[in-house]
């Protein structure tokens, strides 16, 4: 009896060590970045889906062919993917990174994608692709920055396009598949989520950023009291906002009201705000004659007055 077992442990052991030389050792480490991928039993038109994987999931490539690899997924199955669905290492690094970065930026303005909209990890068409994101996806405006483009015209004979300068925007937002992510898309694929004076009032207006300075109570409830940074014009400018406009509630007219106007800045945001018990401060940096200066300024109960160095 004795005798059996320790056969049929040793026929265990190599049974073991047969199929662990029988599996591939995979090429490298990549990681899901689709929200919803099938892994197929094969490379053809005909075939069955053998798992499915979400963004993050790490899978080992055992092979590549043509735009297709075959991987093994951390279950144990193996089947084949589509290029396009892998995330190297070093991408997935850049976008906990652009994460971590994003957590520590105020967020300048909300709203959500027009159109299906490619998430990357610079500002630029031509970079890394994180995820795609569905039209209505609400996101949160950290950053802006510009990006010279040059569009290919794609016919032989036809003279290039002369280059266009696009605005990007840094923004955070949470996929339902891909958890927390973060990353520069086209700034005119962004509908804005502007407070009603903003829209009504700033008609022509690019608002580039926004913010509830404080609240009043009216007889029908409280309004808030708003800053918008913005300016007027086609996209690809240098500065971030040429103008500013604070607008209040009047409490006699119950009506909005364009409290303070100021023109022909060149800022830069962010703009940050400081919210007290009876005032709100706000700042950022603006290009001017003399260079780059900052500007402060303090909103209490209906009036804005700026702040200067003596």
């Not at 607008?247 to 364009?258: G, M, P, Q, S, V």
């Not at 100021?262 to 603006?286: H, M, Q, W, Y």
């Amino acid at each position: 009896m004795r005798r059996v077992v320790i056969i049929l442990a040793v026929f265990v052991v190599l049974a073991v060590a047969w199929w662990a030389l029988k599996r591939e050792t995979p090429l490298e480490r990549a990681y899901i970045r689709g929200r919803t991928v099938n892994v197929w039993n094969r490379v053809a038109q005909v075939r069955e889906p053998v798992a499915t994987l979400r963004y993050g999931d790490v899978v080992g490539v055992l092979e590549r062919r043509a735009e297709n690899a075959r991987v093994r997924t951390a279950q144990g199955d193996e089947g084949w993917v589509n290029e396009r669905h892998l995330m190297s290492p070093e991408l997935w690094e850049k976008t906990a990174a652009l994460v971590e970065s994003a957590c520590s930026k105020a967020v300048q303005g909300r709203g959500q994608t027009k159109v299906l909209s490619n998430l990357r990890t610079e500002p630029g068409r031509e970079a890394p692709r994180i995820v795609q994101l569905s039209a209505g996806v609400p996101v949160e405006i950290l950053a802006r920055q510009v990006v010279e483009y040059k569009p290919s015209s794609g016919e032989e004979g036809k003279p290039e396009e002369s280059a266009r300068r696009e605005d990007w925007v840094l923004v955070r937002t949470s996929d339902p598949d891909a958890g927390e992510v973060a990353g520069w898309v086209l700034g005119r694929f962004i509908e804005p989520a502007l407070p009603d004076p903003l829209r009504n009032l700033g008609a022509g207006i690019r608002w580039m950023a926004w913010f509830e300075l404080n609240r009043v109570m009216d007889e029908n409830g409280e309004r808030g009291q708003f800053l918008g940074v913005g300016t007027i014009g086609p996209e690809g400018g240098a500065c971030d906002f040429t103008l500013m406009r604070v607008y209040t509630w009047n409490l006699k007219r119950h009506r909005y009201e364009t409290a303070y106007v100021e023109s022909f800045l060149c800022g830069r945001l962010p703009v940050a705000i400081t919210a007290g018990d009876k005032e709100t401060t706000f700042s950022f940096a603006n290009i001017g004659r003399r260079g780059e200066e900052k500007r402060e300024y303090i909103f209490r109960q209906n009036i804005v007055r700026r702040l200067r160095k003596p």
